[in-house]
């Protein structure tokens, strides 16, 4: 196309090569006024083009990629976001999760947030259940929300959402488990305690029926997740916490299709069998039962190296 601003110089152009066409491309940037957009976007554009240069692909290689990535949006939905998958079983989103939550202190180490955490989670009482089924295998799971001092953070949100004993969210079986199964969002207490009644979670694949899953089956990776549970803390002068906590001695704890498992969060689930602790905890005798202390960092403290 004609080039008609005003100012356009009436220069030779330069054929543009394989040596050149990175340069050329991060400089076309050199105008964008955001700072952060402009160092984003040459080093997206310095790193696509390394892995192009390594790998040569063919035109129909390209090809496959591109429909690949259509693909995978093409399969986003309001409950499904295949995008966020691929970014998991490809360790981005454990990357990227490490980077802004760099250890500080005794804090509560943060893992993936998945692509399940799409619904407002149904508010809740200290003590309820989140199993809306009658799931088999009973479970207790208690904690407080604490400061990294080890103050209590009293009025503290607890967001939680776990699949169910066959390994499946809600938003994956409407019409089979009602909305809001295996979801709580509690408050801490006076004293920064939580309580919650559930289900032993399940290890349990992602999706597979989408292009990531192929993605895992042309490389022989499996798809699975060990158990866990998901939660967010969040506090007033607290940087909140994404996090899990995985059941110890479940299947795949060392080779999480999302790389998301830190041996700080594995915990027993521990059988009890005890009739006062199962009336006052409000289940049947033996349960099993699970803690979790979620520390928090003040909004200031410094990451550690
Ligand atoms: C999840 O634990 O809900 C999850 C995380 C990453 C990918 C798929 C599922
Ligand atoms: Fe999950």
Known sequence: MTDVRPDAPAVEPEDITEETVTDATVESFARTADPRLRELLGAVVRG?????????????????????????????????????????????????????????????????????????SPVRENGDSIDEVGGREVCVVEGRVLSVDGEPVPGASVDVWQADENGFYDVQQPGVQPAGNGRGLFTTDAEGRFRFRTVVPAHYPIPTDGPVGELLAATSRHAFRPAHIHFIAEAPGHVPVTTHIFVAGSPYLDSDAVFAVKRSLVRDFAPVDDPDQAARLGVANPFRHALIDLVLQPVDASPQP
């Open 48 to 120: 696509l083009h390394a892995a192009i240069r390594e790998v040569e692909p063919t035109i129909a290689e390209w090809e496959t990629a591109i429909d690949f990535l259509t693909r995978t949006g093409q399969k986003c939905d309001d409950v499904r976001q295949e995008f966020v998958l691929l970014s998991d079983v490809l360790g981005v989103s454990a990357l990227v999760e490490n980077l802004n939550h760099r250890k500080v202190g005794g804090a509560t180490e943060a893992t993936v947030l998945g692509p399940f955490h799409m619904t407002v």
